[in-house]
């Protein structure tokens, strides 16, 4: 019974904890694990791929996890034997420990207590009965011991024989005619049964140790990995407690600026009011004081008086009372009342994106991770939504906090910072105007590029850190953004650029249908006109069918098609030049579009077909 207990409680071993069954969960491979073991595993997941942490099946989403009422009770049963087991044991060994064994008594006398005890005879001697055994020779082959109180335990109880023999396939103690019975056994006597069983035990109490201090060592490491994560998250608790505070000291700034600006206005207008309103009082009382003056002459009956009084008041109309501009600026306050809409849309829209978690991210392998700087990046363009008053004090934050960053060498120049506008690298005055002669010329305005996940069509995938990208067969696991391209497969960069000049390049695989180009942050989401070159506000070179064309406006223009598979973007914003160029074993100017931009100008691509893959490559 014991052994299929252990059998039982073996296959009710969960193999995460290693413990038996609590909450038993089913998953769809067959496999069973805790629910809270089997959800902590999943929880720690990077990727949205689940697997099962003992086959490794994979599945695309996540299977509802329900208890396993039929495992559940048998564990619970098995728990309930162990219990009972252990509480049995716990009772013989308090009655052993309590009973004191009673002297074995001679079984010859009756009287004395026995010194030996004959195996052979079945019988305990004291002292003096022993002397046969001890001095006549027809006793030698009889083995003798130490007194036995449990003769007839040692007895089989089939046979009446001594018990001398071990079945170790039955598990079971035997005696010499047992033995016949047990031919297919393997048998052995008392003493090599007891060496088998000290070998097994001896094994089974290193192997025991040997686990020990491995579960010791691991609470350890489980403990300093504890350590080391609630350290971080103090750390970073108090980091984002500081950033919350400069927001908030950033939004009260603004709303005492804001505050100040209303007050100011007020204050012009509540002086003209009063000085207007002076004016008005001094006025009134001119009026009653010569309306004072006329009923007293009307009221004189005696014409030389009338006459004389009505000489010493100026017969003057005073002109009629007026009410001048105020010059209050309503449209001032619009604005303030507009920006602090404005300021709680951009925030409300902020906090209402969800944040981005593994199970969202689409397209990752299992062992790819996305590197903090590329999810910086692909947040970026949110941060272009906050109004310009907050972000102009955000980028003040950055400046002062970026400051040594900001004399960087020359071959980063170029590289948009996060919040604020890029840096102008230093060129010559031919340089914009001017075709190059040769790439080398273009890599010193080398960008760094990566794509906003956040702009791309739910069919369009990227990959490797956010630079590569390609179109997938079925639309992908995004969440909803307001600057989501809807209609056409086509993604923006999360750099954008207001000044300078800058260099990028993009590899092309595959595929007959894909364009390259840049774009204003307000391109249509939807739409026909959402297309790159088929509205105002974007510039791009397209292959379609095998060819190659420039489009901006809804206007196209042939190209021949260059033999490469890999192309080079310069844009010189101050000039109004985007240039497109062939990168390859002959290095060619493919075409130019001249401009005058008045937005910040976006790295943009469009993708048709599934077999295409664009990549950026590093220019530098």
């Not at 089989?156 to 010499?176: A, M, P, R, V």
């Not at 008086?305 to 010493?312: E, I, P, R, T």
């Amino acid at each position: 019974m014991a052994q299929t207990l252990e059998d039982m409680a073996e296959e009710l071993t969960c193999s995460i904890c290693l413990g038996l069954f609590s909450v038993p969960v089913t998953i769809p491979c067959g496999h069973n694990f805790c629910y809270n073991c089997l959800d902590l595993t999943w929880k720690d997941a990077i990727v949205s791929v689940y697997s099962c942490p003992q086959c490794r099946c994979s599945f695309l989403d996540k299977p509802e996890l329900r208890k396993n009422t039929l495992l559940s009770n048998l564990v619970s049963q098995v728990a309930l034997a162990r219990d009972k087991e252990e509480k049995e044991a716990e009772l013989e060994e308090e009655s052993e420990q309590q009973e004191r064994p009673a002297p074995v008594m001679c079984d010859s006398c009756r009287k004395t207590a026995a010194s030996k005890t004959c195996l052979t005879c079945m019988a305990s001697f004291c002292q003096e009965h022993l002397l046969p055994h001890l001095e006549s020779p027809a006793f030698l082959d009889h083995t003798l011991s130490q007194p036995l109180g449990d003769l007839r335990e040692r007895k089989c109880g089939e046979h009446n024989k001594l018990i001398d023999h071990y079945c170790q396939s039955h598990s079971k103690c035997i005696c010499c005619y047992c033995v016949l019975s047990h031919k297919q056994c393997q048998t052995y006597t008392l003493q090599e049964g007891k060496k088998q069983k000290e070998m097994h035990y001896v094994n089974l109490l290193r192997s025991l140790n040997q686990k020990l201090e491995k579960a010791t060592s691991t609470i350890e490491e489980v403990r300093c990995e504890q350590r080391k994560v609630l350290d971080i998250t103090k750390k970073k608790k108090d980091l984002v407690e500081e950033e919350f505070e400069e927001i908030k000291g950033l939004i009260d700034e603004e709303r005492k600026k804001a505050m100040a600006k209303v007050q100011e206005e007020e204050k012009k207008v509540t002086q003209k009011f009063s000085y207007t309103q002076s004016v008005l009082n001094k006025k009134k009382q001119e009026y009653q004081d010569l309306k004072s003056k006329v009923q007293s002459i009307l009221e004189e009956q005696d014409d030389l008086q009338f006459l004389k009084k009505a000489s010493k008041v100026k017969d003057t109309v005073s002109k009629e009372p007026f009410k001048p501009y105020t010059g209050f600026d309503d449209r001032l306050m619009q604005n303030i009342y507009k920006e602090a809409v404005s300021l709680k849309e951009a925030i409300k829209s902020k906090l209402s994106q969800p944040v981005e978690t593994p199970e969202s991210r689409p397209q990752a392998t299992p062992t790819k991770k996305i590197h903090e700087a590329d999810l910086a990046a692909a947040t970026d363009e949110s941060s272009k939504s906050i109004p310009p008053p907050l972000m102009k004090s955000f980028e003040e934050k950055q400046r002062k906090k970026n400051k040594a960053k900001m004399n960087q060498p020359a071959n980063d120049a170029g590289v948009a910072p996060p919040h604020g506008k890029p840096r102008k690298p230093p060129q010559t005055p031919q340089s914009a105007s001017s075709v190059p002669e040769s790439r080398d010329q273009l890599l010193k305005y080398a960008a760094k590029l990566t794509l906003n996940p956040n702009t791309a069509h739910k069919k369009v995938g990227m990959s490797d850190g956010f630079t590569k990208m390609f179109v997938s067969d079925s639309f992908l696991n995004y969440q909803d953004s307001p600057v989501r391209f809807v209609s056409c497969s086509q993604v923006l960069c999360s750099q954008g650029f207001s000044e300078g000049t800058h260099y990028w390049e993009v590899n092309k695989e595959g595929g007959n249908f894909s364009g390259i180009g840049v774009a204003y942050q307000s391109i249509p989401r939807s739409g026909t006109a959402s297309r790159l070159g088929r509205n105002k506000v974007s510039w791009c070179i397209e292959w379609c069918n095998g060819k190659l064309q420039a489009w901006h406006n809804d206007k196209e223009t042939d190209l021949t098609v260059p033999n490469t598979s890999k192309f080079g973007v310069l844009l010189s914003y101050d000039q109004g030049l985007v240039s497109f160029f062939c990168i390859g074993k002959k290095f060619s100017q493919i075409y130019r579009f001249r401009a005058q931009f008045t937005e910040p100008v976006y790295p943009a691509f469009w993708l048709f077909s599934s077999p295409t893959l664009l990549a950026l490559t590093p220019a530098y």
